[in-house]
T-cell receptor
């Protein structure tokens, strides 16, 4: 059973702080990793994706991947109240015939003004 | 990117009835999926909609309960049959245009309440 684990939170950080979101996955063969943001009542939208070990930066967001530890994280710098949402970690279903993503349960982030 | 139109956006249905959800994409896509998101939970894959052939269902989901059609590369439907209150959930259509290194796009979702 391929699994993606996240702390459900809620994670509360003050405005301007760094929010750190973590995710582990069970399938060592997984190749691609995605972070989605989901506002309440809305559908998920892609924040970042990462394939290679190390860091990938995009504006205030940095994704970090460590395949040896089967660990992927998302850092949000200078957190804003508008970042308050649920963040979903998703992993491509390696070996799956249909290319679907497997999602974690999500971490709810609250950024306090 | 892909723009997905999913409808209806919400519905309240009587138990024992069926609801068909439509998903229309603005471009041809290789992969199309149907997910369910129960309150406070993450997304669970129901099935992969295959163009021109029967859908591929995940464990715990069966064709009699969730029949899926995909007549072409831009359109799919999911039917929730013989509904019960346990089917109350958000149903999401998702597409991927390519392989494992492409993002998944989502429709707006259908919020279903069964009474």
């Amino acid at each position: 059973q391929k699994e993606v684990e996240q702390n459900s939170g809620p994670l509360s950080v003050p405005e301007g702080a760094i929010a750190s979101l973590n995710c582990t996955y069970s399938d060592r063969g997984s190749q691609s990793f995605f972070w989605y943001r989901q506002y309440s009542g809305k559908s998920p939208e892609l924040i970042m994706f990462i394939y290679s070990n190390g860091d990938k930066e995009d504006g205030r967001f940095t994704a970090q991947l460590n395949k040896a530890s089967q660990y992927v994280s998302l850092l949000i710098r200078d957190s804003q109240p508008s970042d308050s949402a649920t963040y979903l970690c998703a992993v491509n279903a390696y070996g799956g015939s249909q290319g679907n993503l497997i999602f974690g349960k999500g971490t709810k982030l609250s950024v306090k003004p | 990117s892909a723009v997905i139109s999913q409808k209806p956006s919400r519905d309240i249905c009587q138990r024992g009835t069926s609801l068909t959800i439509q998903c229309q994409v603005d471009s041809q896509v290789t992969m199309m999926f149907w997910y369910r998101q129960q309150p406070g939970q993450s997304l669970t894959l129901i099935a992969t909609a295959n163009q021109g052939s029967e859908a591929t269902y995940e464990s715990g989901f069966v064709i009699d309960k969730f029949p899926i059609s995909r007549p072409n590369l831009t359109f799919s439907t999911l039917t929730v049959s013989n509904m019960s209150p346990e089917d109350s959930s958000i149903y999401l259509c998702s597409v991927r245009a390519g392989g494992a290194d492409t993002e998944a796009f989502f429709g707006q979702g259908t919020r279903l309440t069964v009474v």
